[in-house]
């Protein structure tokens, strides 16, 4: 480790003179970008947007799972055309949006979407 890596490493507590070795630094997980659904539909509707709205879920014949994976990482399943329903796994973003964490209708089940959803959270916890 250089001088200049020293440098930027937090002091030690018990000997200031020596910093605190970068791999005894943990990372302090991020906190949830939301603690419900209840609080992604607020967020949703107060930027304006209507991705939970009963009009919009009847017209994509959409359901929402209540199950919120690492604060930001939900299901939706649509049933197209064909009458099929499928699954998608969707990400509340900070300021309210909804976006794809996955390819539309990707997952054939509602299990193979929740796991993806909880993959992904455990990745960017």
């Known amino acids: ?17 020596r910093p605190i070795a970068a791999d005894a630094i943990q990372k302090r997980p991020k906190p949830p970008r ?3 659904m ?3 539909m607020v967020a949703n509707a107060n930027a304006g947007l209507y991705f939970f709205d009963a009009d919009t879920l009847r017209f994509f014949r959409s359901r929402v799972s209540d199950i919120l994976h690492g604060g ?21 973003m900070p300021d309210g949006n909804i976006a ?22 455990t990745q960017h916890a």
Not at 1 to 17: G, K, S, V
Not at 72 to 92: L, N, Q
Request: proline share 8%; charged share 25%; hydrophobic share 25%.
């Open 100 to 121: 794809k964490a996955s390819e539309f209708q990707q997952y054939q089940t509602w299990s193979g979407a929740n796991a993806a959803a909880q993959r992904l959270a």
């Open 34 to 36: 939301f603690y419900s």
């Open 72 to 92: 930001r990482y939900f299901t939706t399943s649509e049933r197209g055309p064909d009458g099929i329903r499928a699954y998608t796994v969707r990400e509340a």
């Open 38 to 40: 209840h609080q992604v």
């Open 1 to 17: 480790m250089t001088e200049t890596d020293q440098r930027d490493l937090p002091p030690n507590p018990h000997d200031p003179h």
